[in-house]
């Protein structure tokens, strides 16, 4: 009997939102592939789960050659671009490996397409990190894009090359225009899950060894005790990564391809995000955190708040999950992982 299965092809599958796009698919009777990059020590990251389920190419975004041989392999209905060097402190730190990697990376895949499975449905992973500077608060589809870091010009590229080849040459490529999403698959270099493990480290004690690795492989408590943070005036507008990759697959299932934003329309500072976490675990936040200016960025962008009516009306998207919801699912995740 023929395979009828759909199939679809996740970049960066081992990451946050991968992993989660890949049990949405699988869920939705997908076959799904994944490009997987070779480690000297195989790592699935957030798939290792589900690594029977999926198939995995090695393969890396900065090979255009690996690129078209896995699209004219596997043929795939949908392919959902979400691999990049996604840090934006440390876009500061190799600036060259994000210009690559998440811009020219995107480019590779829009020309693998055009060549090789012209038909295939693209998703863009694009970014409010797009808006860094703007004065207009909220964003949606026609704010002005104005990038205040290297990995926000590095996803500008990207998203201009996908409206031009969506119009050059009729492809259908969309754009996820995404605001901050966090899940307890969040990785402790963002400041959430950082405020999350902090907290339940204190809560439990840990020390030395017990203490899980957080940004910039240092212990999540220093030596004191203490969750280093930086700016904790930074406002963000966050939602709940699971609820998101439902809205990928949304936008690559409309008629026509498109720019999309998607966030909560509700914003939070970091100062927030550790009061609602020390909170859950019973503690005061500020006998907890101090500030580090080394986590301070050289610049910072305003207040990302998203205005996701489009979405909303026309796909009827919305979030499921609330900030106090995200925070307490994080901080109990860690809880009974750390305890
Ligand atoms: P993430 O957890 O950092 O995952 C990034 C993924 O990209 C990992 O699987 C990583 O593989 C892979 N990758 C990095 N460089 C690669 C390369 N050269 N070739 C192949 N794969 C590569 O990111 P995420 O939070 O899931 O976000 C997914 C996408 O959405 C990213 O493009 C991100 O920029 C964008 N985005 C995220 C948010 C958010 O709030 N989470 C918001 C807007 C947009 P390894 O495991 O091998 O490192
Ligand atoms: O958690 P963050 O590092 O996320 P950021 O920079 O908003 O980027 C994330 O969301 C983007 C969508 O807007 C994605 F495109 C991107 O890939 C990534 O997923 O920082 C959030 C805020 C910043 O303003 C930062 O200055 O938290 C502030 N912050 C304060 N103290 C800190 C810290 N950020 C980190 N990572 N670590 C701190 O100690």
């Not at 203490?226 to 690559?252: S, T």
């Amino acid at each position: 009997m023929p395979d009828k299965r759909k199939i679809a092809f996740i970049t960066g599958i081992t990451g946050q939102d991968g992993s989660y796009l890949a049990e949405f698919l699988l869920e939705k009777n997908y076959k799904v592939h994944g490009l997987l990059r070779r480690n000297s020590n195989p790592s699935y990251g957030n798939v290792a789960h589900l690594r029977h389920e999926i198939e995995f190419s090695f393969g890396d975004l900065a090979d255009p050659a690996c690129l078209s041989m896995y699209l004219a392999k596997i043929q795939p209905d949908e392919i959902y671009n979400l691999g990049a060097l996604s840090h934006v402190h440390e876009s500061w730190l190799q600036p060259l490996a994000t210009a690559d990697q998440t811009g020219l990376g995107a480019l590779r895949i829009y020309e693998a397409v055009r060549n090789v499975t012209p038909r295939s449905r693209l998703y863009q992973a694009s970014t409010s990190e797009l808006f860094g500077k703007t004065k207009i608060i909220p964003q949606n589809e026609d704010t002005p894009i104005h990038p205040a870091n290297p990995y926000a010009a590095a996803k500008a590229l990207a998203h201009f090359d996908a409206q031009i080849y969506r119009e050059s040459f009729k492809l259908f490529i969309s754009t996820g225009i995404l605001f901050n999403h966090e899940s307890p698959r969040r990785s402790p270099d963002f400041v959430t899950r950082k405020i999350s493990l902090g907290a339940v480290a204190i809560k439990l004690g840990l020390k030395g060894g017990r203490l899980p690795i957080a940004q910039g492989g240092r212990p999540v408590i220093n030596a004191l005790g203490k969750l280093e943070l930086g700016n904790l005036d930074a406002q963000r507008d966050w939602g709940f990564a699971g609820d998101y990759v439902e809205a990928m697959w949304l936008i690559l299932h409309h008629d026509r391809p498109d720019d999309w934003v998607v966030g909560t329309g509700q914003v939070h500072t970091v100062r927030q995000f550790c009061e609602a976490a020390f909170s859950e675990v019973g503690l005061n936040w500020q006998d907890h955190v101090v500030i580090n200016p080394e986590w301070n960025r050289p610049t910072e962008t305003g207040p990302l708040v998203a205005d996701a009516s489009k979405i909303k009306r026309i796909l009827g998207w919305k979030p499921k999950t609330s900030f106090k919801q995200l925070v307490s699912m994080m901080v109990h995740s860690d809880l009974s992982r750390l305890s």
